[in-house]
């Protein structure tokens, strides 16, 4: 199975802040990365295919990167709105895995 | 627009089995694949399974194949999960999701839209 692993698994940050989380595939897996935001008690929602492509209704604020092994999820001017849990998921190789989860509070 | 709606979960003994179902509406559901993702209440996401449109084509997480059956009835929008032998390391919040498709070889489905999900307790 391909692990994903996320870093760092947690960060404090602030209102305004722009930060990214990294996740790292134990294999190539080309570009068939996506990203996550989960609140609390709701259902995941979508942000970003193909390792770089935003979902439709995605703001612009968000944009992901990388290929191969190493992905990122950069999120800029970050808003209240947007303190979440992230997770990246592959969906190159059975069976598709997420990764742990990085969760971004409030500092 | 885009709705998924899981149902058929609740507290269930050990051993029992459950089906769960998840209606799609808003979309042509049958031109579409669907996963299966489940949750531990405060952990983090499991991949279950996925079904291609037409449901002949479906993979699943390998620990799970044994207990768990997909399959989808498209003249009635609805996807459906049941499991079989519950066990406590079942309970989970179980979410459909809708799958696009990468055309190749193999396909490979990402996911655009979630339900809600629908929690399972297994518990004697």
Redesign the interface.
């Known amino acids: 199975d391909i692990q994903l692993t996320q870093s760092p698994s947690s960060l404090s940050a602030s209102v305004g802040d722009r930060l990214t989380i990294t996740c790292r595939a134990s294999q190539d897996i080309r570009s068939?990365l996506?990203w996550?935001q989960?609140k609390p008690g709701?259902?995941?929602?979508?942000l970003i295919?193909?390792a770089s492509t935003l979902?439709?209704g995605v703001p612009s604020k968000f944009s992901g990167g990388g290929s191969k092994t190493e992905f990122t999820l950069t999120i800029s001017n970050l808003q209240p709105e947007d303190f979440a849990t992230y997770?990246c998921?592959q969906?190159?190789s059975?069976?598709?895995?997420?990764?742990?989860?990085t969760k971004v509070d409030i500092k | 627009q885009v709705q998924l709606v899981e149902s058929g979960g609740g507290m269930v003994q050990p051993g029992k089995s459950l089906r769960l179902s998840c209606v799609g509406s808003g979309f042509s559901f049958s031109d579409y694949p669907m996963h299966w993702v489940r949750q531990v209440p405060g952990k983090g996401l499991e991949w279950v399974a996925v079904l291609a449109y037409d449901g002949r084509n479906r993979y699943a997480a390998d620990p799970l194949k044994g207990r768990f059956t997909f399959s989808r009835d498209n003249s009635k929008n609805t996807l459906f999960l049941d499991i079989h032998t519950l066990e406590v390391e079942d309970t989970a919040i179980y979410f459909c999701a809708r799958g696009r498709v990468v055309v190749g070889v193999p396909a490979r489905y990402y996911i655009d839209h979630w339900g809600q999900g629908t929690l399972v307790t297994v518990s004697s």
């Open positions: 068939f996506a996550f989960q709701k259902a995941p929602k979508s295919y193909g979902q439709s997770y998921h969906y190159h059975y069976p598709y895995t997420f990764g742990q989860g």
